[in-house]
């Protein structure tokens, strides 16, 4: 897998550095993780900062173009960083937060009022 970077901007506003990238030499599309650990090693960068927004490829060819961001501290990465990349991001570098247990709401039996029904004397059956 050969990286070429095509772009990269920093971004101070949102404290992160944006990368887009080529990806040459795939025989098949790689996985999400095997993309971003590669990344990672070749350019020097802290795993547990860098997402990976989105990977394209178009079909018949085998390249790819992957869209990294790249932040200056975890802090910012969590503040700012979509919910469904920052998933991703937990379940690549095993950082996922597990769901709190909820407890069971006590069902408090809630006393019906009883409904009383009312008959107008123009609705009332007339007895001859």
């Known amino acids: 897998m050969k990286f070429e970077i095509l772009k990269e901007e920093d971004n101070r506003l949102l404290n992160r550095k944006q990368f887009l990238v080529k ?4 025989s098949v599309t790689p ?5 971003w650990k590669a990344f990672s090693v070749k350019q020097g960068l802290d795993e547990n900062k860098l997402v990976v927004d989105k990977i394209e490829n178009q079909t018949g060819l085998r390249d790819l173009t992957v869209y990294f961001k790249y932040y200056d501290d975890e802090a910012s990465l ?7 990349n920052l ?3 937990q379940k690549l570098t095993g950082k996922e937060e597990k769901p709190k247990e ?15 029904k009312v008959v107008k004397k123009e609705d009332a059956p007339e007895a001859k």
Do not use: H
């Open 102 to 116: 909820e407890k069971p709401k006590e069902e408090k039996e809630e006393e019906k009022p009883e409904i009383k």
């Open 78 to 84: 969590k503040r700012i960083e979509l919910k469904s």
């Open 23 to 26: 990806v040459t030499d795939v």
């Open 87 to 89: 998933k991703n991001w």
């Open 31 to 35: 996985k999400r993780q095997d993309v």
